[in-house]
Every structure is written in structure tokens, then in C-alpha cells.
């Protein structure tokens, strides 16, 4: 050794061994996740596990701490995060909203010259009109782009749950009343999303269908309903995907927190379904957080120091054992090694805002429904100038609102869009219209978001001149809602006597003039059609389309695109039709703390169909500009052991080019329990098809798509018996049927016994 002087020997030979101490200190990456987790303090086990929205209690002794600060401020908006523990090589992952596109914040620090927008893409009942998993994948793909050239690791979407009733507020953000559409349509998105290298959470896991009280509510529901409704559609989509996390609801399954139910998230989810990533709250959801470890829900967002604290002591005092919050551990950190933020990405914090826009745009023409076309008013034809009634016609919205919205550079307004496609607005009601908004804009409240202004009310005189001078009525209706309150009947649901009366009044004097009147409905969720319809030539249902909203909606009105969207979610004559009108949202009346759902599994179609109940616009209805003949049903076998190919021919039969879905429903024997008459079993789209064009389309069916769960001895079943297989263009416009056997009861799964019901509910059985 050189002659040092003492203390700088003692001092060298401290940092030999600090050096030589961090190399031997586990690295996430260099070493095994079991490794990593062995050198694990408790301390920052219990902090890994809760997110790291808020600064630890105790900044010094948390090693994350100082990068939470640095991770808030990586992506500014985003809804939370997860702790980073550097001395293992642990970074923070980024966690952000929601189903219609990147949530975060798009100015910062006050400077508009450098501008974080996201494309606000279709909402998710649009997508699921459009009956096409390749489009909705396309859309994936574009959406995880920019999920993850903003730097964010995991986008919360998509939402998968069922439309049980219209007044959900977020039904917007969910796709169907149907399992099979619902998850398939998840799974092409969660493709699409993930193939970007970054990670989704699908939500909110489960039976979360109201926001009344959406934090506290019990939902009493039967294994049955649970099993193949509203869980059915999670497991299409996580077979179909592998969604890197799995996000809680907020609501009870009969008596317990989703996010403290072992059976739900353990023996269902991972050891049924082998569900592979990890499993969050929803933002504060459930109550006993060392519950939620049990339980195996591994991350609590957005999370507070208390919450570690409670896990450290439960820990320390045996009421969680560390082979369970190991297990949590390991479930994230299996993510974090798959992270953007743990390869080092560089985000550009500029992805291809033009180009996504056109994806929007295409994607909303596919998914919009032509409801009613009489005398074939659409597509326009001779049609120059238009009368653009309607707030929503000026103010349209492309998406609902709470943590589904997205912060978008701009809007097309149905007024818009017809510009640029060459349409004439008439500038007397564009006028009226957008002083009215402004006014109305100039008086609400700043700062917060202002309800939307009552319908303006144009006069009659205005009208009845406007009927003279322009070529058509257009009339655009809108609703909106979101996160954290349902939709009110009188007010949301149904039309007000005032625009109804505004819609008689306008389709008098245009028809008075032997001209056309077309409405467009920008709407999240399905609303009350009766009578005003009958004012309407043409109906076009263009539900929330995103940010091209005017533009996409000019595209099929003009007939540049012919729609082909079909509804995945039925449109009942009124209101208490709907199954679940009597137990919706729940008792107590007005604060209600449980829900049952004494519909059991009879949801929508299902519902309608096997207690013959006529609905306004049935599952599966969609017009188009064209006709299609479906013929030629085939099946490979008529005796069905495990698979069977059904393959029938469409052809387009009418005049211009279009695309037709096919709906494979099966009715099925009920020989030992009820059953629905019919169930949506496959379905497919045909490609663009010239006038006189045909495709062949072909759907697999295997035995366990057929099966039914039996709760008695928890096993899903396939009767023996004759089934018949219909191929339709609706669920109640079937246009070829055959049938075929199972020649014996066939149990295809046999699952654990779960869900308990505290209580006894009557339920709904079929005939
Ligand atoms: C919503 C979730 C959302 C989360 C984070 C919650 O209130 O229910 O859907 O992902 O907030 O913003």
C-alpha cells in the first residue's frame, strides 16, 4: 500500500467495501425476480405493493421516495404509479387512463407552444358496434402507440363490463350486454395496446354496473349469472390477450369487496383462468388492504403511506404472511421487467397525432348505426345546403366524460364536417347556435366542468323560414355521462317534452315542404326512440366517435362509407322493458347499499328474446345503403363431439358497395336447467363486397362455447340433445338455421365452488 495518511486508508478502504457490498445486492434483470425478492427489505416489499402517488410518510427510510417526485413529474395527468426502489433496480411504472384514449395532461407548466394531446379514439359501445376485432385491434395498436411514446407503462383499459342497464354512466366506456362481444372486442384492443411493449389493466373486475354509489354498493348475484355473464366476458378476453394487470372494481359481490375476494381473484382469476400478470385496486377501492393481499390483489392504487404501514404490521404480527405478500411482490415485478420505464425507453412525447386521427375517423365510420332509412333518404342525394339543428350539431361530443375522457386538441362538430365535405350549413342557425353556446359557456361556473346548456330553441318562425331555404333538417341529439353518477330517466334516457316538441316542430315544416328529416344521434348509451322517431326519415346512431367526430359522421350521411355497424346492445321499447328496471340502482331507495340482480342471467337479448318481449331496436339490427342475402348455411357434422365449422355464403345484392355481419346464435336443449332461447356463439364480418359479390364465412364452434354452468356441482355442461345453430343478420332477423346433435352430456370444466350468497335471491328463470 502507498503511504496514505490515515484517514484516507480508512476512507479508501470503506468505499472498497461499499463498492464491492452493491455488487453483491441483487439487481431486477441481472438477477432473478426470486433473488431480487429474497433482498428485499419488509419495508420495501410493503412499499412496492402500494402505489406511489403520495410522498411516504417518512422520506428518509423510504428509498423510493425520492423517485415518486421525479415519476409524477415524468408524465404530468397520469392517474398513478407504482414505487421505485432503485437500490434493487426497481423503477416506477406509469399508470394511465382510460378506454378512449391517453388521459394525461396536455399543456405543462403553462406552456402552450409544446402541447401533449392524445387521440381521442371512439368509445367503446361505437367499437363494439362495428362487430369487427381486426378494426378495434388496428386501434389498439395506434392507442398503445401513443400509451407509449408518452411515456406511460400501463394504460387502465379497456373496461369490460356488461351493460346491464341503460342508466349505467359509464356504459360509454363498455362494449355490450354480451360476454362473447364484449370480450373478444377487449382482447382485440388489449392485443393491439399491448403489442406497443406496454401493458393494459382490464377493469373493473367485477359486476361494477351502476355508479350509484358505485364505492360501497353490494351486488347480490348468483355463481350462475356471475360465471356467464359478467365474468365471461374478462375470460374471453384474458385467454385472447394476456392483459399485463387486472384492475378491481369498487363495488361488493355478495357481502365482500371484489378486491378482498379471494375466490374472485385467486381461485377464479388465476388458478382457473391462470391469469399471469398482476391484479390493482380501483383508485381507493375496497377497505382491508391486508384483505386485498389475501385475497391476491397485489397493488393498492393510488395509494397511501398508511397502507404500508398496515402490511408492514400486519406482517410483523402474523396476520400476513410473507409467502403471501412475496407472492404479490413477484407478481408486479414479473411486469416491471416486461416496463418501458425498466428498458430505458426514450419516449419522443410525439407520436402521430395525423395519422392516429385518421384511424379515429375510419374506425367511427364502422361502428356508427343506421337505424332507420325510410325511402332511402341517406345517402344524401341532391343535397346542398342543410339546416343543422341541435346543440350537439355545434357542440359534438366525441367521448363521455370522468376518467374516460381525453384531452384532446379539438372536436369535429357535425357542423364541421359536413363543411369539409362539401355541404352548405345554413349560417342564420350556425349563427343562433353558436351564440346561444357561447353565452351559455361565458355563464358557467370557471373551473369547473359546467353541466351541458339546455337544448337552444329555435323559433318557429326561424324554423318554418329555414324549411323554405335549405334542402334538408338535420338534427343532431346529444347526450353525455360519465364516471361517478347514472344517467337520469327523465332528463338523459328519455327525450325532453321541449326537444320533442322542437323535432315535431321541424319535421312539420320540412315535411310540409316535401323535404327530409335525418337525426343523428351522439349519444354514449341507448335512449328512449319512442314516438319523436317516428318525426325522423333516417335515423343514424353515431354514438360518441371521438375526436373526428363531424368528419366521420359526413362520411357515412354522404355515403362515402355505407354503414355497417350493428347494435351490441338492445334498444327496448321503453324503459321498464328492461330486465333490471326494478332493481336498478338498488334499495334503499335513493341511497341504496345492495343491488340484486334478480334478472339472474336473462341480460339483454337474452331477456328479450326468451320472454318475448319486443324491443325497439333488437341486438345485432343495423341498416345499410345495400342488401345482402346470407344462404347456403353448412355445418361439417350433425353430431357434435367437440368442434364443429358452420360456413354459409353472403352476397351483396343491391346496388353499391358495403360490409354485413354475420350472427351465429344457438339455441341449446334445456334438459336439466333453463337457458336462454338463443346465445350469441360466433359472429363475423365480411370484407367491403362490390354490388353482386359474395364471401363465405366460416365460425368454430367448440363444445365448451356451448356450455352452461351448473352450480349444484360447479361444472360447466353441454347437454345431450338437438341444438340449431341460425345464422343472421340480427338476433331477430335470422336468416338460415340447422341442426345438429350432442349425442351425450359432455361437462367441460369443473370448477371451485365461489360466490356465496349471504342471502337467498329469487331469481329469474326461464321457460
Ligand atoms: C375509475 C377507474 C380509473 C381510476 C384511475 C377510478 O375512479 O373507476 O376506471 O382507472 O379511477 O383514474
Given at each position: 500500500m502507498m503511504n496514505l495518511p490515515k484517514p484516507i486508508v480508512v476512507l479508501a478502504m470503506i468505499s472498497c467495501s461499499l463498492t464491492s457490498f452493491a455488487q453483491t445486492v441483487p439487481q431486477l434483470g441481472k438477477n432473478s425476480v426470486k433473488e431480487v425478492i429474497?433482498?428485499?427489505?419488509?419495508?420495501?416489499?410493503?412499499?412496492?405493493?402500494?402505489?406511489?402517488?403520495?410522498?411516504?410518510?417518512?422520506?428518509?427510510?423510504?428509498?423510493?421516495?425520492?423517485?415518486?417526485?421525479?415519476?409524477?413529474?415524468?408524465?404530468?395527468?397520469?392517474?398513478g404509479n407504482t414505487a421505485a426502489i432503485p437500490r434493487l433496480g426497481i423503477p416506477s411504472m406509469v399508470l394511465s387512463d382510460g378506454p378512449a384514449g391517453v388521459r394525461i395532461q396536455p399543456i405543462r407548466n403553462g406552456d402552450s407552444t409544446k402541447t401533449y394531446y392524445a387521440t381521442a379514439f371512439p368509445v367503446g359501445t361505437l367499437l363494439a358496434s362495428s362487430w369487427d376485432p381486426a378494426l378495434v385491434n388496428r386501434v389498439g395498436k395506434a392507442f398503445g402507440n401513443e400509451v407509449l411514446e408518452y411515456g406511460v407503462d400501463i394504460l387502465l383499459a379497456p373496461?369490460?363490463?356488461?351493460?346491464?342497464?341503460?342508466?349505467?354512466?359509464?356504459?360509454?366506456?363498455?362494449?355490450?350486454?354480451?360476454?362473447?362481444?364484449?370480450?373478444?372486442?377487449?382482447?382485440?384492443?388489449?392485443?393491439?395496446?399491448?403489442?406497443?411493449?406496454?401493458?393494459?389493466?382490464?377493469?373493473?373486475?367485477?359486476?361494477?354496473?351502476?355508479?350509484?354509489?358505485?364505492?360501497?354498493?353490494?351486488?347480490?348475484?348468483?355463481?350462475?349469472?356471475?360465471?356467464?355473464?359478467?365474468?365471461?366476458?374478462?375470460?374471453?378476453?384474458?385467454?385472447?390477450?394476456?392483459?399485463?394487470?387486472?384492475?378491481?372494481?369498487?363495488?361488493?359481490?355478495?357481502?365482500?369487496?371484489?378486491?378482498?375476494?379471494?375466490?374472485?381473484?385467486?381461485t377464479v382469476l388465476r388458478d382457473e383462468w391462470h391469469f399471469k400478470g398482476f391484479v390493482m385496486t380501483d383508485w381507493g377501492g375496497g377497505r382491508n388492504w391486508v384483505d386485498e393481499m389475501k385475497a391476491g390483489n397485489d397493488l393498492i392504487e393510488p395509494g397511501r403511506p398508511s397502507q404500508t404501514q398496515a402490511i408492514i404490521s400486519a406482517v410483523q404480527h402474523d396476520s400476513l404472511s410473507v409467502k403471501a405478500l412475496d407472492e404479490n411482490v413477484e407478481h408486479i415485478l414479473n411486469i416491471v421487467l416486461q416496463s418501458p420505464s425498466f428498458k430505458h425507453y426514450q419516449y419522443s412525447n410525439k407520436p402521430d397525432l395525423k395519422a392516429h386521427a385518421e384511424i379515429s375517423r375510419q374506425a367511427a365510420t364502422e361502428g356508427m348505426v343506421l337505424l332507420k332509412n325510410d325511402d332511402h333518404t341517406l345517402p344524401l342525394k341532391g343535397v346542398k345546403v342543410i339546416a343543422a339543428f341541435g346543440n350537439a350539431s355545434y357542440n359534438t361530443?366525441?367521448?363521455?366524460?370522468?376518467?374516460?375522457?381525453?384531452?384532446?386538441?379539438?372536436?369535429?362538430?357535425?357542423r364541421q364536417g359536413l363543411d369539409n365535405a362539401g355541404y352548405i350549413c345554413d349560417a342564420g342557425l350556425t349563427y343562433d347556435y353558436t351564440t346561444y353556446l357561447k353565452q351559455e359557456k361565458a355563464k358557467a361556473p370557471a373551473g369547473r366542468r359546467a353541466p351541458a346548456p339546455a337544448e337552444f330553441m329555435e323559433s318557429e318562425e326561424m324554423i318554418n323560414k329555414r324549411s323554405g331555404s335549405t334542402d334538408i333538417a338535420l338534427i343532431t341529439i346529444g347526450r353525455n355521462a360519465g364516471e361517478g353518477s347514472d344517467r337520469n330517466l327523465q332528463t338523459n334516457y328519455n327525450l325532453t317534452d321541449?326537444?320533442?316538441?322542437?323535432?315535431?316542430?321541424?319535421?312539420?315544416?320540412?315535411?310540409?315542404?316535401?323535404?327530409?328529416?335525418?337525426?343523428?344521434?351522439?349519444?354514449?348509451?341507448?335512449?328512449?326512440?319512442?314516438?319523436?322517431?317516428?318525426?325522423?326519415?333516417?335515423?343514424?346512431?353515431?354514438?360518441?366517435?371521438?375526436?373526428?367526430?363531424?368528419?366521420?359522421?359526413?362520411?357515412?350521411?354522404?355515403?362515402?362509407?355505407?354503414?355497417?355497424?350493428?347494435?351490441?346492445?338492445?334498444?327496448?321499447?321503453?324503459y321498464t322493458d328492461v330486465p333490471s328496471a326494478k332493481n336498478f340502482p338498488g334499495t334503499p331507495e335513493g341511497k341504496p347499499e345492495q343491488v340484486i340482480y334478480q334478472e339472474g342471467i336473462y341480460v339483454g337479448y337474452r331477456y328479450y328474446d326468451t320472454f318475448n318481449v319486443k324491443p325497439q331496436y333488437e341486438f345485432g339490427y343495423g341498416l345499410s345503403y345495400t342488401n345482402f342475402s346470407i344462404s347456403g348455411l353448412k355445418l361439417n357434422t350433425s353430431t357434435m363431439t367437440k368442434n364443429l365449422t358452420a360456413a354459409v355464403s353472403v352476397k351483396n345484392t343491391g346496388g353499391v358497395a358495403g360490409k354485413q355481419v354475420v350472427q351465429i346464435y344457438v339455441s341449446a336443449p334445456a334438459k336439466s336447467i333453463d337457458k336462454p332461447v338463443q346465445e350469441l356463439r360466433a359472429f363475423g364480418k365480411t370484407k367491403l363486397l362490390q354490388p353482386g359479390e359474395s364471401q363465405v364465412l366460416t365460425f368454430n364452434i367448440s363444445v365448451n362455447d356451448l356450455a352452461s354452468y351448473h352450480t349444484a356441482q360447479s361444472e360447466w355442461i353441454t347437454d345431450a340433445g338437438k341444438y340449431t345453430l341460425k345464422a343472421g343478420a340480427s338476433s331477430r332477423d335470422i336468416k338460415q338455421a340447422a341442426v345438429f346433435t350432442v349425442p351425450a352430456p359432455i361437462v367441460t370444466e369443473n370448477d371451485h365452488k365461489a360466490f356465496e350468497l349471504p342471502v337467498e335471491i329469487s331469481e329469474l328463470k326461464g321457460k
Open positions: 429474497a433482498a428485499m427489505t419488509l419495508e420495501e416489499k410493503a412499499t412496492l405493493v402500494v402505489g406511489a402517488s403520495k410522498p411516504p410518510a417518512n422520506q428518509s427510510t423510504m428509498a423510493g421516495g425520492a423517485m415518486i417526485g421525479a415519476t409524477q413529474a415524468k408524465v404530468p395527468g397520469a392517474a373496461g369490460v363490463n356488461i351493460h346491464r342497464n341503460p342508466l349505467n354512466g359509464r356504459n360509454f366506456e363498455y362494449y355490450s350486454e354480451d360476454p362473447l362481444i364484449a370480450g373478444t372486442m377487449a382482447g382485440a384492443i388489449i392485443n393491439g395496446v399491448q403489442s406497443n411493449g406496454v401493458g393494459t389493466s382490464i377493469k373493473h373486475f367485477a359486476a361494477n354496473n351502476q355508479e350509484t354509489n358505485r364505492t360501497t354498493i353490494n351486488t347480490l348475484v348468483s355463481e350462475r349469472a356471475l360465471r356467464e355473464i359478467y365474468l365471461r366476458g374478462f375470460r374471453i378476453a384474458i385467454a385472447a390477450s394476456n392483459p399485463w394487470t387486472v384492475m378491481s372494481s369498487y363495488n361488493k359481490i355478495n357481502g365482500t369487496y371484489t378486491a378482498e375476494r379471494h375466490d374472485l381473484i385467486t361530443i366525441a367521448g363521455g366524460t370522468g376518467s374516460g375522457d381525453v384531452n384532446k386538441a379539438y372536436v369535429v362538430s357535425v321541449a326537444e320533442k316538441q322542437q323535432i315535431k316542430k321541424i319535421a312539420t315544416a320540412f315535411h310540409h315542404q316535401g323535404k327530409k328529416v335525418v337525426i343523428v344521434l351522439n349519444i354514449g348509451g341507448v335512449i328512449d326512440m319512442n314516438g319523436w322517431q317516428d318525426d325522423a326519415d333516417a335515423i343514424l346512431l353515431a354514438w360518441q366517435p371521438g375526436l373526428e367526430a363531424g368528419n366521420a359522421i359526413a362520411d357515412v350521411l354522404s355515403g362515402k362509407v355505407n354503414p355497417s355497424g350493428k347494435l351490441a346492445t338492445t334498444f327496448p321499447v321503453t
